[in-house]
């Protein structure tokens, strides 16, 4: 990575990082943190979606795995929120890279992936929801026990700068994945499998990587979120909500681009939050124009804006 | 028929059955080091399959395939480019969102892990096959001849040994194909072997030292193209039942009157 590579993820992390010195709401800062624990979900499925093409429809399996075993380690076993974080993330990229094994290696790819992947994700749901070490569907609170030690703090922006640094080390992340051969080999299995093949590209080798590694940044935004919200049951940790949160902020703000994911992130929450100042809380009027825009996306897609510009430029 | 050559590649018996379909069927020959060897036949003889097989792609369905005295029979294609055997595609295969650069980069990561390090041969191979003028075009951006250009580089850049090459003049016009054709000879005259399958013939006749004919899935002759393009089963397979004695024939009437000779030979064009 070169500084050129760098620039613009610090000059992102500094502007954003002074947000919480002139917005003090609580509201407010409450709103930032979630849509970042959604932007950095939405950077894990982008590793996988967007620079390897495969798209899944059940990164909750992730968010949520990572999001129960941080707080059952905490609750049950007494282990230090800290070193829960770190096992949250390892255990959902572990699940991550079983799930990637037996769907790739049986050659699942597309349609077929996806649908495997929302399977896997309904399953931790009802398991989550019946099982007794989860709490069943009464959930899991962890204990309100304020300090820094604890991963517990006073204000609201304390978390908003971890939750900050968390997405600025997954844009970090990315950038050099884009600039190492694992990027480069997982790119060239997304634009044509047989082709990566023939140079020498061992593609199963590389997807489960990729989803290893999609499964660990994603965990983090769901280990995040019980730490944040100290509250969770199944419909939350292994919802549909996250998966699809997690899919559509980098198909609209563009897939397989470093800033796409946090970019689709800040305009979708923002554009909800717009919404319902605006008219109101009409229930699904939200999702209404989730769709338009999903719609107006796919019609133009962001990667091809600069292509679209010099075309226009072109004819002029 | 060539001798075996037990040190490069050679393919015992190879059979190759989809369903009740025998694509290739008992086949042997071998690839002499440092040579271009090409595989001719007819559209549907199984040639790619053939190759699919010798790629890694498909496992034959019996015979084995050895390459340098190691069995590589159902080795994975992957494995293989690591081994020193990359192929091309008959249907282009381009990483159509990338740049030509990107494309070939792909390719010299095999043997690179440092990205610079890569980049820097990927401009050193499109430099060998005329393409450094397009390092930054996106490649579905390129014509027709472009893109096997690029096909050509994607696989010289995983540094092979052997290099097989599935049609990479067909759908070019005929300056084209003048163009590629030194291309083709520099990369065997750079120590890499060259094992083609061809149908334009002005090419093989001009390229390959040694020819294998397939037909109907079965290896019909093999030998220098002059050879092979005389040879009686090989115009049978091309042109048809009895064609050879019908040719025969008529350029033994021709030899009857002096004249004739300056003539070319009827069904020339077609062979």
């Known amino acids: ?316 | 028929m060539i001798e075996p050559d037990p040190a490069f590649l050679s393919v015992h018996s190879v059979s190759k059955r989809f369903g009740g379909l025998l694509a290739v069927g008992d086949a042997s020959f071998t690839v002499k080091e440092g040579s271009i060897t090409g595989l001719i036949g007819p559209n549907g003889a199984g040639k790619t399959t053939l190759f699919a097989i010798v790629s890694g792609f498909e496992k034959p369905t019996t015979g084995r395939v050895l390459w340098r005295g190691e069995e590589i029979t159902g080795r994975p294609p992957h494995r293989l480019a690591q081994d020193g055997i990359a192929r091309t595609f008959q249907i282009v295969q381009p990483f159509a969102g990338l740049s030509v650069r990107e494309n070939i980069a792909v390719g010299a990561f095999l043997r690179h892990r440092r990205r610079a390090d890569a980049l820097a041969m990927a401009e050193q191979v499109a430099d060998r096959v005329g393409l450094a003028a397009e390092l930054d075009k996106p490649a579905a951006a390129l014509t027709v001849a472009g893109r096997k250009r690029v096909e050509l580089a994607k696989a010289l850049a995983t540094q092979p040994k052997l290099l097989l090459l599935d049609e990479v003049l067909a759908g070019l016009n005929p300056s084209e194909v003048r163009d590629i054709v030194p291309v083709v000879r520099a990369i065997r005259d750079s120590g890499i072997t060259v094992f083609m399958i061809e149908h334009v013939m002005q090419a093989v006749m001009n390229l390959c030292e040694a020819v294998h004919v397939l037909a109907q899935g079965r290896i019909i002759a093999g030998g220098t193209p002059a050879e092979v393009v005389r040879d009686p089963a090989v115009i049978e397979a091309y042109l048809g039942h009895g064609a050879a004695t019908r040719l025969q024939a008529s350029d033994d009437r021709r030899a009857g009157r002096p004249e004739g000779l300056n003539r070319p030979p009827e069904g020339s064009s077609h062979a």
Not at chain 1, 116 to 132: C, D, G, M
Not at chain 1, 134 to 145: E, H, N, S, Y
């Open chain 1, 1 to 316: 990575m070169t500084a050129r590579d760098v620039l613009p993820i610090a000059l992102f992390a500094a502007v954003a990082a002074v947000l919480p010195l002139f917005v003090t709401q609580n509201t407010w800062l409450n709103f930032a943190v979630f849509t970042l624990i959604i932007c950095l979900a939405a950077q894990g499925w982008n590793i996988l979606g967007g620079y390897g093409g495969q798209y899944s429809f059940g990164h909750a399996a992730f968010f949520g795995t990572a999001a129960y075993v941080t707080a059952i380690l905490q609750t049950r076993y007494g282990v230090n929120p800290y070193p829960a974080f770190v096992g949250g993330i390892a255990a959902a990229s572990m699940i991550g890279a079983v799930i990637g094994f037996l769907s790739f290696r049986s050659g699942l790819r597309g349609s077929y992936f996806a649908l495997v992947t929302l399977a896997f994700a309904e399953v931790f749901r009802v398991l989550a929801n019946a099982s007794e070490m989860t709490g069943g569907a009464a959930g899991i609170l962890i204990k309100l026990d304020v300090r820094p030690a604890n991963f517990q703090f006073d204000s609201r922006a304390s978390f908003y700068w971890i939750a900050l640094g968390l997405v600025t080390v997954a844009l970090l992340v990315t950038r050099a994945l884009e600039r190492s051969r694992l990027g480069a080999q997982l790119v060239a299995v997304r634009e044509n499998e047989s082709a990566a093949l023939a140079l020498g590209v061992d593609a199963l080798r590389v997807k489960l990587s990729a989803i290893a590694l999609s499964a660990a940044i994603t965990g983090a935004a769901g280990a995040l979120y019980a730490q944040y919200f100290l509250y969770l049951d199944a419909n939350i940790a292994y919802g549909t909500w996250i998966s699809v949160e997690a899919l559509l902020a980098p198909i609209i703000g563009g897939a397989g681009t470093v800033f796409g994911p946090v970019l689709g992130g800040v305009v979708l929450h923002g554009l909800s939050e717009f919404t319902k100042t605006l008219v109101g809380r009409i229930p699904g009027l939200d999702l209404v124009i989730f769709g338009v825009l999903l719609i107006l996306v796919v019609r133009f897609p962001p990667r091809e804006i600069p292509g679209l510009i010099r075309m226009w430029r072109g004819r002029r």
